[in-house]
Each structure stands twice: as C-alpha cells, then as structure tokens.
C-alpha cells in the first residue's frame, strides 16, 4: 500500500492532466475535492487493470494462419482486388533482394564479365597499335614512294626482265615447302586468313560469274570448287537444274539465251601434289563423283602419269563425265588446254554431233601471276583461248598496294614468303596486266579494283576480255 502511495500522484497527474495533492484532504476524506479525486482514481485503476489482461491474453495467443479464399468465393466487388496467392518467401530469398539492391563491387563485375572485358582491351590496343603504325609510316611515305618511281621509270621497257633482275629465285609454281604429305596442312591453314581478309567471299563471288566451258589456270587444291555451279557437269536431275537455272538468271539479270551453267571444267596445275587435294575435293563436293571417283589414284596410275608428264610436258591427270570435268598437269608457259568436244543437238546433221572445241567463256585464276616466271607469257596464252568478246579472263591477284610504306613491308617480307608459297607477293600486279593488255594482240582491261579494307590496296580483282578484231590467232596446244 506504501508502494502504491508513491507511485499514485505521479500516474494520477499523468492521466488526470491535473496535479493531484494527498495531503489532509486524502487521509481525513473531507473536502470538497476528495470525492472527485477518487472516482478518477477508480476509473484510472480499472482501465489499467482491464489492458494489462488484455496484453496478456494477446501475448499468449497463437498466430492465426492466413486463410486463402478462391477467387470465385469472394464477393464480386472484391474479385479484381484477388490475385495469385503469393508463394511465401525462402529464407534466402530477402538476402537475394538485398544483394540485388545493392551495387555488385567492382572484383565482382570483372569476375563476371573478365572475358569481354579482356577482349575489348586486346582489340583497342591492337587498333591503336596498327593505328599509330600507320600514321608513322605515312609520314615516311613520300620518299619511299619516290623511289619506287624511279625504279618503275627506269625499267619501264620489259617488267618481266626487271622481274628476273630484282627477284633472287624464279617461281616454278610449286611451292617449295609444299609435298605430298603437307599439301592437306597447307591447304588448311588458308582457311582463317583468307575468311578474315575477304578473300573467302571474293571467290565466291568470282564463282558465280562462271557459266559454259570454264577454264581455272594454277587450280591449286581447288580451293574455288565448293562454290561453283556443278549441276550440269554432274547430271543433276533436270527438274532441280530447271529451277536453279532461272534463279541464276534472274540473279545475275541474264537474257534467256545465256548460259548460267558450266557445261565443262577444266582446270590446270603444274604441281601433281596439290592436285591430288584438288582431286579429293571433286570427289567430295561434285554430286555423285564419290561412286565414279576412287578415294586416291593407284601406284600404277601415277607412275603412269609421270612419265607421260615428262614425255609431253602434260598430263591428263582427271577425266569424267564424257571430258565435261578435267584436270590437268601442265606448265601454263607452254600452252594452255582447249575446251573439250561435247555432243549437241541439231536437227541439221541428226540428234547428236560433237561440237568441235573454240574458245572457254571464262577463264579463272586466283593468285597466278605471283607464281609465274613469265606472267605475261601467262596473260598472253590465256588470251589464245578465250573466247573473242564474249569471253571473260577473271583474275584474283595480290601485289604492290598503293601506300608506300605497305610496299616497304611487302619487299621487306617477300624473300620468306616466297620460301613459303612460291610467290612474290610484292609485284607490281597492275603494271603487268596493263602492259601486257598494250603488247598482246585483242587484250583489253575491262576493269581492275582493290576490294577490302584490311588489305591496303594489295588485293586486285581484275577482269579482260578479247576483242573481236584480234590480228593474232596462234592455236592453243590441246592435251591428248
């Protein structure tokens, strides 16, 4: 009772607003405030009494679970209100908030992100490497190129014999590294550089420019064969041919009368090594040529071949399909095959005759005249059997850029690529083909380009034909 006297003026001024005095009044129960005070004071003890009962019970109390109603329980006014009950959450799953409401660290980011990170650092310093190299070269261009003009002007008379002058060996077209058994690896590795410089796409588009007899001069492995047009030579069933024949022509905007397919291949090589990879690729790529195609020739076969090779200078090293697909061993200095005799048709001299050979109606050749000793005895021999205006001579080619400071690099690296590939690349290609289009009777130069970006100009893309008013008609010399 003592304690509760201490403490009730305090918990009575603080409810009754007002101070609240025990004295006399209190201990006698007179006064006329006395009976106020102490109805206050009852109502004060009952309510806090009747709360703190109440605080109790609601401590003791379980929780009540969350009872989910259906949708269609619930009153229509409350239906949009209802959506899907939510899954209750994981312990893990308020850390997994947290962290993704806070910024990743900056070890962290690159953990994630290391590799496209490493990338971009690599391709910026590459870039600006190969940027500064150029603009440092380009201010030591003026008198590198000084001094290729006057060596060009003072062998302007002969190239071919400023070739053989400046050049310490003379390519043979075969390749000095290249044998039997590194013709595979050889071919292989050209795969990524030529895709990564757009030459891959060049060939491709040098391929479907090809129609009717087809001549393709230094061959090589064959590497322009996955992208002709074989339907013809292979016998293809007619209906597919009829419908790949008029979406040729109506991509390439051809008259009715023009052909869109070769009717005949024939391609040349000096090397029987690369023309053994060559062989495997028409077996492969050519349609059916894997039941009529063995997968290598016989030891008996090759020996046979090269003795023929070193009687004639030639020889006949594939023959199928009626002599519409050809391969042959030769040196291109000394003549070029004419185009095989195929059956016709002509109401005149019955159903079938056999057309005597003329002239091919396209002549191909990728990065031939670096592999030459005479590149305008090789422009020259195919002019001999291109067909007169209609023909098409398509070059793919590499040399002498126009920036002086590539041409110093060029020269610098020529001696080990030729020990490589057997071609110089730092010939002034251009140079050749116009002088020879000025010495060689009916050659004309329709047009030269320099594809590509990456290549500085030393990619030429180049295409002659003959014209109609050729003086000189020297046969071709034709394999038998």
Known sequence: MCAMRQKLPCSLSTVLGR???????????????????????????????????ANSKKAQRPARPIVVTKTQDLPPALKHRAGKPKPSPSPEEPAKNEKQDKREPLPELFRKY?????????????????????????????????????????AQDDYDETLRQTEPAQPTGLPPTISRATASEFDTGLDWPEWLMGVTKIRQSLAAECRGDVLEVAVGTGRNFKFYDWDDIADVDPNLRVVRRLEKRRDMKLARDQEVEMTSYTGVDVSADVLEIARTRIRTLVPGMKTLLRKGRTKEEEEAGNAQFRE??????????????????????NGLPLPPSLPVDSEASGPTRMEEPTRYDVIVQTFGLCSVSSPKRLLANMADVLKPETGRMLLLEHGRGNWGFVNNVLDKLAPSHFQRFGCWWNRDIERIVRDAASEVPGLEVVSIKRPGVLQAGTTLLIELRVRSDRAKDVPAAKPT
Request: proline letters at 2%; one cysteine or more; a positive charge.
């Open 19 to 53: 101070p609240v005095a025990l004295g006399s009044e209190l201990r006698t129960g007179t006064g006329s405030g006395f009976l106020s005070y102490k109805s206050d004071f009852l109502s004060f003890f009952q309510r806090h009494i009747h709360q703190s009962r």
């Open 114 to 154: 290391r590799y496209p990170f490493v990338g971009s650092i690599v391709a910026g310093s590459l870039f600006m490497a190969y940027a500064s190299y150029l603009i440092t070269a380009f201010v030591q261009t003026s008198s590198s190129a000084a001094c290729c003009s006057a060596h060009h002007t003072a």
């Open 312 to 333: 004639a200078g030639f020889e006949e090293f594939l023959n199928l399909q009626g002599d519409k697909l050809r391969l042959v061993r030769a040196d291109v200095h």
